[in-house]
């Protein structure tokens, strides 16, 4: 009994310390789409006739298409194979209203395959092509402002608590 009290305030102490964040140990692990997925991924139950509104729960392969003042707004994302190319991303078809808004959170978690500085310079992706280099949430709705960068968005409790870039060339 003593060890498992002696352990908990252990951990609790590591935690009050800010070694891990309070929201990033409540964010369940959501399954991953794949990377460069042929079709769009569903949201059922979600009404796209009424106004523009958060995703479920859970990550999105998407990208996001407009910056506002206390939200984003994204649409998903599919690959398409080309005749000349490996390929490229599409979003939804002109008129379609496939659409997400969402605000981005305080402390959101952005990983970037191209590095944090405005001129898109680095290089920083993982063996599977996904960002690894951690960038602040500034750095994130900069880019997001000029570029539409495809990447997998985690959305949780209606914010946008993850959003990890995904490389091509």
Known sequence: ??????AAAAVLSVALAGAVPADAAAIPAFPVPKIFG???????????????????????????????????????IKWVKDKYSEGHFVGPAEGDVTAYASPVARNVVFLSALGCSATLAGFTVDKQGLGSKRC?????????????????ITVYRGEIVKLQEIYTP
């Open 38 to 76: 042929t079709a769009f991924q569903p949201d059922p139950g979600h009404d796209f006739t009424k106004r523009i509104s958060s995703r479920k729960d859970g990550v999105l392969r998407g990208w996001i298409t407009h910056v506002a003042p206390g939200q984003v707004e994204y649409e998903p």
């Open 136 to 152: 602040s949430r500034t750095a994130l709705l900069t880019r997001a402002k000029k570029y539409q960068r495809p990447s997998l």
């Open 1 to 6: 009994m003593k060890r498992s009290l002696t």
